[in-house]
């Protein structure tokens, strides 16, 4: 890692927030050892971006989980606005988004690097609310900017906590464990980490 990456915080944003979402992030969140900002959900987002950053700068360890959530707004509702904003932040480094698929009408959409299905597996393409696969852009409510912020990774995943019970919190949220598991991975932010902690824990 370079000097200025070790002084920013690093963070996965999930693109939603509420009551089941948020029960089933957190659970994720401890599975991987990171930190999860219980106080960012909401349905939709009631924090600023500026004060969700606050909270990141405060969390005890990285990665730091910050769930975002518009509500079914359409154009930039509050969750993408503290979205674009802690993107933006000289002082947090963005390890990748989860993008969470609904059933919203008559969004544009996000181009995803790669997704979980409802099976676990991690696939090429998008997936609907369900977790099954799809050839559309990954369709939610608050992910209609993330084309456009130069994200560094976006993961797919259909409604978390849910998914025909499959991403169940009571069930250890497996899929969005294997989600953020992805982010990690793919990020670099393992093998970071194994670097300043040479038995690679998390």
């Known amino acids: 890692m370079d000097n200025l990456s070790e002084c920013k915080r690093k963070v996965i944003l999930v693109t939603d927030g509420d009551r089941i979402a948020k029960r089933a992030v957190e659970v994720a969140a401890k599975n991987i050892g990171a930190r999860c900002i219980s106080a960012s959900a909401g349905n939709p987002t009631r924090r600023s971006g500026k004060e969700l950053v606050e909270m990141i700068k405060q969390a ?3 990665p730091v989980v910050v769930m975002l959530d518009d ?4 154009g930039a509702g509050r969750g993408e606005e503290a979205l674009a904003f802690i993107t933006a932040h000289p002082e947090i480094q963005v390890l990748g ?17 790669a997704s979980i299905t409802n099976s676990g597996k991690v696939i090429e393409g998008a997936v609907d609310k369900s977790g099954k696969p799809k050839h559309d852009p990954q369709e ?14 976006v993961i797919g995943i259909g409604d978390i906590g849910k998914m025909d019970g499959a991403d169940e919190a009571g069930k250890g949220a ?4 294997r989600a953020f598991q992805t982010i990690i991975e793919k990020s670099g932010f393992a093998q970071d980490l194994a670097v300043l902690q040479p038995d690679g824990a998390l």
């Open 97 to 113: 988004v989860l993008a969470v698929a609904s059933n919203t009408e008559n969004v544009s959409g996000c181009t995803v690097d």
């Open 140 to 153: 939610g409510d608050t992910v209609e900017i993330i084309d456009k912020l130069n994200l560094p990774l």
């Open 71 to 74: 509500r079914g707004f359409n």
């Open 174 to 177: 497996p899929l969005t464990t």
């Open 60 to 62: 005890p360890n990285d």
